[in-house]
């Protein structure tokens, strides 16, 4: 990624919006990984990724996320009624997190949920656009699919 394929949306982005933005994102469809531009040309837009993982940056252990995450799909298919593994990759190093796309949500839901489960950010996808947002909504970055 090169800086003119990212951008502030709005706000004011700390250094890791732009480690957000870079993240490797898998989304698990009928048991095949698609990238986020494909899932979105399979399923539609917008798609929220939104994890239970390391809350408020903490490291919790495998299970503590494991269970996080059972949590978190609970709440969503309360919400929607199918969702998605999906994975978040640094494409640096072999840092992960596991979470969930979902379809049907609006923005103020999906950063409500991010919010719920001590996240600082979620994946927005639609047809043209990776956006990650702040979750209390102060800043957001972007780059083309």
């Keep these: 990624m090169t800086d003119r394929d990212a951008r502030v949306i709005h706000g004011e982005p700390p250094e890791n ?3 957000y933005l870079a993240t490797r994102l898998t989304i698990w469809v009928d048991g095949e990984p698609l990238r986020a531009g494909e899932a979105v040309a399979r399923l539609g837009a917008p798609l929220h990724l939104i994890t239970a993982w390391n809350p408020y940056m903490a490291q919790r252990t495998e299970a503590e996320n494991a269970a996080a995450n059972a949590r978190l799909e609970a709440d969503l298919l309360a919400c929607v009624p199918v969702v998605w593994a999906s994975r978040g990759e640094d494409p640096v190093d072999d840092y992960h997190e596991m979470g969930f796309a979902v379809l ?3 923005r103020a839901t999906a950063l409500r949920i991010g919010v719920d ?3 600082e950010a979620i994946f ?3 047809a043209t656009l990776r956006t990650v947002i702040e979750c209390h909504d102060a800043w957001s970055v972007a780059r083309e699919l």
């Design 117 to 119: 489960y001590g996240q």
């Design 104 to 106: 049907g949500l609006d």
């Design 17 to 19: 919006a732009w480690t």
């Design 124 to 126: 927005e996808l639609d």
